[in-house]
């Protein structure tokens, strides 16, 4: 058996593993949750994010679909319903600061607040080997620069708890930063998104601008990016960034107001984004952001994970 054989057959080892994990019910004492526990959920009208709604209202969490298209969410949240699951629709887009507004102020007058944020809205306009850089400014606006909008907007919503509010953010192993195929060549770069201590803010922004400023004189390619997919691998990268930085940040709350902090790589997914070539079912994508969501009596923050294990960033 070849080395790519052994991989294969270790993967789909740990795929049947994960799923006799999901088939174990919670027992009373991990669920620190209940129908009081309000989750949010961007992008969920369908595929990945649609089902993690799915999943954690199952769960018994009162669970907040969000949809940029009104339409289409109200329609995806009418079919959960009809299943009996508690879940409610507000329109969002997390690019648009007044729909965030709006939109935290319905959180805050209808719930009092949330415990569960999953940013799961992103964007990718390459299938395959393709690898354009005609929409980059879009992906990195709505993949990092909306996503880093939501857990800021909603930090100051998150309610007190002993179990802590999490957040999970859906990102790629393509946005691993020292990826063999698709990590980032320039070392300075490297060196200031992988130094946890010194990593601020600024630092990522400035990164995904600076990529920005070369797709629009057309000198990124020399940049010292990742080959593949370059604008979503670094929209990634700078979500995964962010999520060390946020960790680092909450560790000084207080207790009774712990917020942790986690992203997770899906997989490549049967969905819309990826043009139905995945190998990974949305109900499989999904369970390692809702285990994540869901974690009893084990507080970890600032990791990345994938197949419900931690991995490199």
């Known amino acids: 058996m070849d080395k790519k054989e052994r991989a294969k057959e270790k993967k789909e080892k740990r795929r049947q ?27 969920a009208n369908r595929g990945i994010g649609f089902e993690i709604a799915h999943q954690l209202a199952l769960h018994g969490v009162t669970v907040v679909l969000t949809s940029r298209e009104t339409a289409v969410g109200e329609e995806a949240v009418k079919v959960l319903q009809e299943g009996g699951l508690n879940v409610a629709f507000h329109q969002l887009d997390i690019v648009d600061p007044a729909s965030i507004q709006a939109f935290c102020d319905w ?28 929409f980059a400014e879009m992906v990195i606006q709505v993949n990092y620069f909306g996503t880093k909008n939501m857990i800021k907007a909603l930090i100051p919503l998150m309610r007190p708890s002993a179990a802590g509010a999490r957040i999970v953010s859906v990102t790629s192993r393509l946005g691993r ?15 200031q998104l992988g130094d946890v201590d010194s990593l601020s803010e600024e630092v990522i922004d400035k990164t995904m601008n600076t990529f920005l ?47 942790y902090i ?13 043009g139905w070539a995945g190998h990974v079912s949305p109900e499989e994508a999904a369970d390692t952001g809702v285990w994540l969501a869901l974690l009893p009596e084990k507080f970890v923050s600032g990791k990345f994970f994938a197949e419900r294990r931690e991995i490199n960033f």
């Open 17 to 43: 593993e994960i799923s006799l994990l999901r088939t174990i019910p919670y027992s009373d004492h991990q669920r620190w949750w209940s129908s009081e526990t309000i989750a949010v959920v961007t992008g």
């Open 107 to 134: 959180i805050k007058e209808t719930y009092g607040g949330l415990d569960i944020l999953i940013n799961n809205a992103g964007v990718n306009f390459n299938l395959g080997k393709d690898n354009s850089v005609e």
């Open 262 to 274: 986690n992203c997770y790589c899906p997989g490549w997914v049967k969905t819309a984004m990826t």
């Open 177 to 191: 930063l020292n990826g063999k195929r698709h990590g980032i060549s320039n070392v300075t770069v490297r060196q």
């Open 213 to 259: 400023e070369q797709v629009k004189d057309g000198t990124w390619e020399s940049g010292g990016w990742p080959h593949v997919q370059t604008d979503y691998s670094l929209s990634k990268l700078a979500v995964n960034a962010y999520t060390r930085l946020m960790a680092r940040i909450f560790e000084d709350r207080p207790e009774d107001h712990k917020i």
